[in-house]
């Protein structure tokens, strides 16, 4: 048998009962370290498999798409290096299950795969205050003084302040100046774009004359890459913020704010907003405010350690027509329905003819999120509590109604910029189609749609896809339809279906990129001549990059794409993210031919 093929092979043994715990052993033992792990909370930690023996050189990706094609639906893969095993956990016994008696003695390139169920893993705060605990026990023992040691203990006396602390963790580039910070991110860019270069080299050798040309041209790069654009605005500029409630690292109960670590990191802290440069004036008057609502109240914070305590996290979306909308997520214990309906009716009071009455929120939700059994925010009850269900926002001209778990660029005047470049790139006219995929609130859709004959959007969240068909009506549009369901599943039918001379596909996915089915979809339609890509995180994208670029195989069908221009747009002022922009362009062999066979209309 092939080194790459995959089969089901002899098992090697019975499914064995338990794998050993990655955690250092001395946390093992500890009971206490491993109490979040309930039958009545989600946490996929409780559905944990390993898998051994795996090939070596295997990254996430692969085993991703290793057991996606056995219908095995992991929910998170974790991979140490090079070795050669993973943990993998589920959403659910059954599907637990299900991957163990898949995958157990399958061969893959050779290596014959062994499953057996994981310990969870231990409460990173509980290990880090053990390990304090160890600590500090060990110094009294060893030289009669507590504290910290002094390698520990940071030079020159106090610590940084608070507003600075937040600052290096929710804005890293707050004290770089701006054209520094824009030439960073447009390094970031550069190196992506040197990268898939040699990604196309490797799986594409009828590329290569056209590949070398450009990358003599575009400094090792497949493509030119326009200036990067800039943020009109660099502070103030996100219309959307999650709050944690938690203790203050100030010391001051039910605060409001932002974590000072991760939590896998052992803090639990939270430092209020008030400093920070990137969120909105309007979006810290609604958190000062629900700040001073929660503290009056009886019911305590929830703690992630103890499973106790109620109040959890704070949404607020804000609009450029001064609208917000905030979301109070609360776990309700064993709270009696009335008690829950007298706090909400507290809330109702508070924010529409009491002290919080000029906060600015036209829209206040209350959400239970008590005991999950989904990891899905989304499937949380969502009530109203007072105002408008939606909020509007205004974009290039047009109006957007968003719903509490609809997607907007958390930038609107970046959005714009981007937006504008994306229309620019797609080449439209009246016979163009365009589907728009991972559409949001259909916000690039209907700014093309009077350019076009006909916008198609998808959009996974049902809520998002309500918006859309709103939006357009709101801005007068007919010639713009929504479907929803995930991509893969809906893309390619409505593909198939499109007869247009012109199709033109705008993508704009989640951080992971587009699943693999719809690039193998986009590959096939070969009616499908110029695609544009917007990539929050280029690095994440570059599987969905190379795919679309390789040479047809067995797998992969339909003519190539290839990288045409990028431009990278600055979206998040004061961090290291950054907006990718990447046309490509269907590959069209007669073209060339003709200009090879006429050197003149070449020279030309």
Request: neutral net charge.
């Given at each position: 048998?092939?080194?790459?093929?995959?089969?089901?092979?002899e098992?090697?043994?019975?499914?064995?009962?338990?794998?050993?715990?990655e955690?250092?052993?001395?946390?093992?033992?500890?009971?206490s370290?491993?109490?979040y792990?309930?039958?009545d909370?989600?946490?996929?930690?409780?559905?944990?498999?390993?898998?051994?023996n795996?090939?070596?050189?295997?990254?996430?990706?692969?085993?991703?798409?290793f057991?996606?094609k056995?219908?095995?639906?992991?929910?998170?893969?974790?991979?140490?290096g090079?070795?050669?095993?993973?943990?993998v956990?589920?959403k659910?016994e059954?599907?637990?299950?299900?991957?163990?008696?898949?995958?157990?003695?399958?061969?893959?390139?050779?290596?014959?795969?062994?499953?057996?169920?994981?310990?969870?893993?231990?409460d990173?705060?509980?290990?880090?205050?053990?390990?304090?605990?160890?600590?500090?026990e060990?110094?009294?023992?060893?030289?009669?003084?507590?504290?910290?040691?002094?390698?520990?203990?940071?030079?020159?006396?106090d610590?940084?302040?608070?507003?600075v602390?937040?600052?290096?963790?929710v804005?890293?580039l707050w004290?770089?100046?701006?054209?520094?910070q824009?030439?960073?991110?447009?390094q970031?860019?550069?190196?992506?774009?040197?990268?898939?270069?040699k990604?196309?080299?490797?799986?594409?050798?009828?590329?290569?004359?056209?590949?070398?040309?450009?990358?003599?041209?575009?400094?090792?790069?497949?493509?030119?890459?326009?200036?990067?654009?800039?943020?009109?605005?660099?502070?103030?500029?996100?219309?959307?913020?999650?709050?944690?409630?938690?203790?203050?690292?100030?010391?001051?109960d039910?605060t409001?704010?932002?974590?000072l670590?991760k939590?896998?990191?052992?803090?639990?802290?939270?430092?209020g907003?008030?400093?920070?440069?990137?969120?909105?004036?309007?979006?810290?008057?609604?958190?000062?405010q629900?700040?001073?609502f929660?503290?009056?109240t009886?019911?305590?914070?929830?703690?992630?350690e103890?499973?106790?305590?109620?109040?959890?996290?704070?949404?607020?979306?804000?609009?450029?027509?001064?609208?917000?909308?905030?979301?109070?997520?609360?776990?309700?214990?064993?709270l009696?329905?009335?008690?829950?309906?007298?706090?909400?009716?507290?809330?109702?009071?508070?924010?529409?003819?009491?002290?919080?009455?000029?906060?600015?929120?036209?829209?206040?939700?209350?959400?239970?999120e008590?005991?999950?059994?989904?990891?899905?925010?989304?499937?949380?009850?969502?009530?109203?509590?007072a105002?408008d269900a939606?909020?509007?926002?205004e974009?290039?001209?047009?109006?957007?109604?968003?719903?509490?778990?609809?997607?907007?660029?958390?930038?609107?005047?970046?959005?714009?910029?981007?937006?504008?470049?994306?229309?620019?790139?797609?080449?439209?006219?009246?016979?163009?189609?365009?589907?728009?995929?991972?559409?949001?609130?259909?916000?690039?859709?209907?700014?093309?749609?009077?350019?076009?004959?006909?916008?198609?959007g998808?959009?996974?969240?049902?809520?998002?896809?309500?918006?859309?068909?709103?939006?357009?009506?709101?801005?007068?549009?007919?010639?713009v339809?929504?479907?929803c369901?995930?991509?893969e599943?809906?893309?390619?039918?409505?593909?198939?279906?499109v007869?247009?001379?012109?199709?033109?596909?705008?993508?704009?996915?989640?951080?992971?990129?587009?699943?693999?089915k719809?690039?193998?979809?986009?590959?096939?339609?070969?009616?499908?001549?110029?695609?544009?890509?917007?990539?929050?995180?280029?690095?994440?994208?570059?599987n969905?990059?190379?795919?679309?670029?390789r040479?047809?195989?067995?797998?992969?069908?339909?003519?190539?794409?290839?990288?045409?221009?990028?431009?990278?747009?600055?979206?998040?002022?004061?961090?290291?993210?950054?907006?990718?922009?990447?046309?490509?362009?269907?590959?069209?062999?007669?073209?060339q031919?003709?200009?090879?066979?006429?050197p003149?209309?070449?020279?030309?």
């Amino acid at each position: 048998m092939a080194d790459d093929a995959e089969s089901k092979g002899e098992s090697p043994s019975p499914l064995p009962k338990e794998a050993t715990e990655e955690e250092t052993p001395d946390t093992n033992s500890d009971p206490s370290l491993f109490r979040y792990v309930k039958g009545d909370l989600f946490t996929s930690e409780i559905y944990k498999v390993e898998i051994r023996n795996l090939p070596k050189f295997v990254g996430f990706n692969d085993l991703k798409k290793f057991l996606s094609k056995h219908g095995v639906n992991p929910h998170k893969i974790k991979l140490f290096g090079r070795q050669t095993f993973a943990f993998v956990t589920f959403k659910n016994e059954e599907e637990r299950d299900k991957a163990m008696k898949m995958v157990h003695g399958m061969q893959w390139k050779g290596q014959v795969l062994t499953v057996r169920l994981a310990k969870p893993k231990a409460d990173p705060i509980l290990q880090k205050r053990k390990q304090q605990q160890q600590q500090q026990e060990e110094e009294v023992g060893g030289d009669g003084a507590g504290g910290p040691p002094a390698a520990k203990r940071k030079e020159g006396g106090d610590e940084e302040p608070l507003s600075v602390q937040i600052a290096n963790v929710v804005t890293p580039l707050w004290n770089v100046p701006y054209e520094e910070q824009l030439r960073r991110k447009e390094q970031e860019v550069v190196a992506v774009l040197q990268r898939l270069a040699k990604e196309i080299g490797n799986t594409n050798k009828g590329m290569l004359p056209w590949l070398f040309a450009q990358k003599e041209k575009y400094n090792k790069m497949c493509c030119p890459l326009e200036a990067i654009r800039p943020s009109p605005t660099q502070t103030e500029y996100r219309n959307k913020c999650e709050f944690l409630i938690s203790m203050g690292a100030d010391g001051q109960d039910k605060t409001v704010g932002f974590r000072l670590g991760k939590y896998k990191g052992g803090s639990c802290a939270v430092v209020g907003p008030a400093d920070t440069c990137h969120v909105s004036a309007e979006a810290k008057k609604v958190v000062s405010q629900f700040q001073e609502f929660i503290r009056a109240t009886p019911y305590s914070v929830y703690s992630p350690e103890t499973y106790e305590g109620h109040w959890k996290q704070l949404t607020v979306r804000t609009t450029r027509t001064k609208q917000a909308m905030a979301m109070a997520f609360f776990n309700p214990q064993k709270l009696e329905e009335k008690e829950l309906d007298e706090l909400k009716a507290s809330m109702r009071t508070y924010f529409t003819t009491g002290e919080g009455k000029d906060s600015g929120v036209k829209s206040l939700y209350f959400v239970r999120e008590g005991q999950r059994t989904s990891p899905n925010l989304e499937d949380l009850p969502c009530e109203l509590v007072a105002g408008d269900a939606c909020i509007h926002e205004e974009l290039l001209g047009l109006t957007f109604q968003i719903s509490p778990h609809s997607f907007f660029q958390v930038n609107t005047g970046a959005a714009e910029v981007l937006y504008s470049a994306v229309g620019e790139w797609a080449q439209l006219d009246q016979d163009s189609t365009v589907l728009d995929v991972c559409c949001g609130t259909g916000t690039i859709g209907i700014s093309l749609a009077k350019r076009v004959k006909k916008v198609i959007g998808i959009e996974l969240c049902q809520e998002a896809v309500e918006d859309a068909k709103v939006n357009a009506k709101l801005n007068g549009l007919s010639n713009v339809e929504f479907h929803c369901g995930k991509a893969e599943d809906v893309f390619p039918s409505i593909l198939n279906s499109v007869v247009s001379p012109n199709v033109t596909a705008v993508v704009d996915p989640p951080r992971a990129g587009l699943h693999s089915k719809v690039i193998l979809a986009i590959r096939r339609a070969e009616h499908l001549k110029r695609l544009v890509y917007v990539a929050c995180n280029g690095k994440a994208a570059m599987n969905n990059f190379i795919d679309l670029c390789r040479a047809p195989s067995n797998r992969v069908h339909g003519t190539p794409f290839r990288p045409v221009r990028a431009m990278a747009v600055d979206l998040f002022p004061q961090t290291m993210h950054v907006e990718m922009l990447l046309l490509l362009e269907r590959i069209d062999y007669d073209a060339q031919q003709k200009t090879t066979d006429n050197p003149e209309e070449k020279a030309c």
